[in-house]
């Protein structure tokens, strides 16, 4: 028991090392992304704003400059003071991070030029551990025509002293990201802005400027004005711009402001046109028609999930996710693991306390995470789709024929159990004759992630996306892990409690073993279900079923004498008879679906009298270039577009189709919407394309379209759900 638990422990910390070890190889950023600046002339000095990325800094020491024109000359640099830091390669630094300005005073030898060459070298690192190699930027410089001292402004000065406001108040803005812009004012020492004045308005019809956050001003009396925040030296805000368009664009915004001088002048209200070049968004929003405020887009439940692993603590982060898996552990993916954990306890036999049937649930449940957690980590640094990988042909048959080995020794056709020189030396080790059995569970468990992985979740899609965008494999699979164990908490009650009630030896423990059997028997078909056609699973389930009606004793015939137990046993056996007979009626005459096997039965050309289900009708395609032309003709006729991603494997696909999208209430919903349908069930090239123009990692995920074609972020849905809030969740998607 504690060596295994042991062995347990060092898994977790090696698959920890592991994540992070990727998460060090992920590729960063350029240096020109994530140290960004501007250049200003105030007259006398150049000034440069920097705004470095969250995560990042810079060196004091590293910093030097150059004039290309030895018209100007520089003097000593001012920087600001930094903040003390240890490095391991370079001991005790100063560094910068966020927002800081520097200021080089110069004069002019001669004539003033229009413009020279600034050069600018820095170095930097980010906190992970990578350092850039020393940068070399030449900016060119425009220099103002006013001289150094006409920006000297003494008390008492007369107006006509004080310089336009076009040399004492320098705006400009960064592209932070798709979908923020930074707006800073670099303002000269003796005047100062209003916050109340400064406002962004973006001047496009695909685009449009959010409020602006600005920090906290200081306080001044004001003459003109009252008491009012004001802003000296400088001043750096955020705003985040709704749009229409996901590319790349270059955006035109309006920054209007006004400010005073400390020496009694109070400037007009002025206007700037700044351009900032945007890359391509992450957020897409719908836009008014007037343009005036936009259409937000709300955050997916996958957003939301992914920005707590990514702004939360360890602790939240983990504690979210293991909630999220306790929801999932009750899903048709996850429940098929408690007949595999019964099986393996039942196998005990007659002994088995509590305290053993929680450990096998424990070992189980262990190994199950840690495969999980592995293989979710692996593929999201390979770019791979989890579910599809899993969901090969020969992997569900290779699982299938262990489920049905462990059925047939269920039924008592062969003791199964590890060869006797390897149970051997594992009771060598530990000292426990019981070790192999812990280990089989272990084994059995890290089988059963593969069962698991039929489902998509949005927990499983947010730690993905955030290994996938950010490289961050600790804190992602840390997400995975938190939620392999809450999927995986029921089973220790499963496991306690049957070593608690399972029947001791005798005709009770027989027949318990057999209902195992035929639980692992349907695990095999309905694994094989995903690659079978329909007709043949269906037949199989008759098979089964019927099979289960005759174990329960559904044709015995039962004496006087006979125990209630029996003839409840019975009346069961005979209902799964009658089931399966009417399964393999149902298979015969085309139908597919075991739930509801008589709706493809016609008698005497009337039809059973059950009302035929309306599917959905999709129009299916498999390229990019076949949802482009299908999303251009919808637009063309003012229609929406619903996309579909299915696969033949895909469990909650076939939940989808069978029970939200044939209901009246959904397809009224999207009576004015093409529904479109991407069956990747290969995962061949045109697949992968399809999956990763969208950022998809398996299917279900469906995506909507507004009637230009623009895909409406923020609404799609990951993994199944029900009628009733699908209908209400495309209604708001297309504003219904």
């Known amino acids: ?58 060196y004091r020491s590293a910093f030097g400059f150059e004039s290309g024109d030895p018209a100007i000359v ?19 630094q100063v560094i910068y991070r966020d927002n800081f300005f520097v200021r080089i005073p110069y004069s002019v030898a001669g004539t003033k030029p229009e413009s020279f060459d600034l050069t600018i070298k820095s170095r930097g690192c980010l906190d992970s551990g990578f350092c850039y190699v020393p940068t070399t930027w030449v900016e060119n410089v425009e220099l103002s025509a006013a001289d ?47 916050k109340d004045k400064i406002s962004v308005t973006a001047l496009s019809d695909t685009a449009q400027a959010g409020s602006l956050e600005l920090p906290e001003g200081k306080l001044k009396t004001d003459e003109f004005f009252g008491e009012q925040e004001v802003y000296y030296d400088e001043v750096f805000g955020r705003v985040a711009i709704a749009r229409a368009t996901p590319e790349a664009m270059s955006l035109e915004l309006e920054v209007g402001y006004q400010g005073c001088a400390d020496g009694g002048l109070c400037y007009l209200p002025q206007t700037r046109v700044l351009t900032v070049s945007l890359p391509a968004a992450t957020t897409v929003t719908e836009l008014s028609a007037t343009g005036g405020s936009a259409r937000t887009a709300p955050v997916s439940e996958q957003g939301r999930l992914a920005s707590i692993i990514t702004g939360s603590t360890i602790w ?4 979210v996710f293991f909630l999220a898996g306790l929801g999932l552990a009750f899903t048709p993916c996850v429940l098929p693991m408690v007949p595999i954990l019964s099986g393996i306890i039942a196998g005990e036999g007659d002994d088995t306390s509590p305290m053993r049937g929680f450990t096998l ?48 020794a269920m039924f008592g056709a062969y003791d199964l159990q590890m060869p006797s020189s390897i149970q051997s030396r594992i009771a060598g080790i530990s000292g426990d004759q019981k070790s192999g059995t812990m280990v089989g569970a272990f084994v059995m468990g890290a089988l059963s992630a593969l069962v698991v992985t039929a489902c998509v979740a949005p927990a499983l899609i947010a730690a993905l996306t955030v290994m996938a965008q950010t490289g961050d494999m600790l804190r992602g699979g840390l997400a995975l ?163 579909d991603f299915y696969a033949d494997w895909c469990v909650s696909c076939i939940e989808m189709e069978e029970y ?40 279900p995920t469906i995506i909507f379209f507004d009637n230009d074609g623009l895909e409406l972020e923020g609404y799609e849905v990951v993994g199944f759900m029900n009628a009733e809030k699908f209908a209400a969740h495309v209604n708001t998607a297309f504003g219904g």
């Not at 005497?604 to 251009?632: C, N, P, Q, S």
Request: aromatic fraction near 10%; include cysteine.
């Open 74 to 92: 520089f003097g000593d640099p001012e920087l600001p003071e930094g903040k003390v830091y240890t490095d391991e390669f370079l001991g005790e």
């Open 481 to 643: 892990f938190a939620m392999s164990l809450g999927m995986g908490a029921p089973l220790l009650l499963v496991g306690a409690a049957q070593g608690r009630f399972l029947p001791k030896a005798g005709p009770w423990m027989v027949a318990t073993k057999g209902a195992f059997g035929f639980m692992m028997l349907g695990l095999a078909i309905w694994m094989l279900g995903r690659i079978l056609p329909g007709g043949v699973t269906m037949s199989l389930w008759a098979v089964l079923v019927f099979m289960g009606g005759v174990f329960l004793g559904g044709l015995t015939t039962l004496s006087s004498d006979s125990s209630a137990p029996q003839k409840l046993g019975k009346g069961f056996g005979v209902l799964a008879i009658l089931y399966g007979l009417a399964l393999f009626l149902g298979a015969m005459s085309g139908g597919t679906n075991p739930l509801k096997p008589l709706s493809s039965v016609s008698l005497g050309g009337a039809g059973t009298g059950v009302k035929e289900d309306k599917h959905l009708e999709f129009v299916r395609i498999k390229t990019v270039d076949d949802l482009d032309r299908e999303i251009a003709a919808a637009s063309a006729a003012g229609k929406t577009v619903m996309l």
């Open 1 to 58: 028991m504690t060596t295994t638990l042991r062995c347990l422990l060092l898994l977790s910390l090696a698959l920890a090392y592991a994540g992070a070890a990727v998460a060090q190889d992920d590729r960063p950023k350029p240096p020109a992304e994530v140290f960004r600046y501007a250049v200003f002339d105030a007259g006398d000095a150049i000034e440069i704003d920097w705004s470095v990325d969250e995560g990042a800094y810079m």
């Open 148 to 194: 150094a001292g006409a920006l000297s402004l003494l008390g008492g000065a007369s107006q006509s002293e004080f310089p336009p406001p076009d040399e004492v108040f320098f705006p400009d803005v960064f592209p932070v990201d798709g979908n923020t812009v930074e707006v800073a004012f670099r303002i000269i020492p003796g005047f100062y802005l209003y």
């Open 660 to 699: 939200t999208f044939i209901t009246d209430e959904v397809q009224a919903a999207l009576a004015n919407t093409v529904p479109l349908q991407a069956d990747v069930t290969r995962n061949d090239d045109e697949d992968q394309a399809l999956l990763k123009r969208f950022g998809v990692f398996g299917p």
């Open 316 to 319: 939240v982060t983990a504690g």
């Open 361 to 408: 649930a424990l070992a189980y449940v262990m190994g199950m995470a840690i495969v999980y957690t592995a293989a979710g980590v692996a593929a999201a640094a390979a770019g791979v789709q989890l579910q599809a990988t899993f969901n090969q042909p020969w992997v569900l048959v290779l699982i299938s024929t262990l489920f049905v080995l462990l059925a047939l």
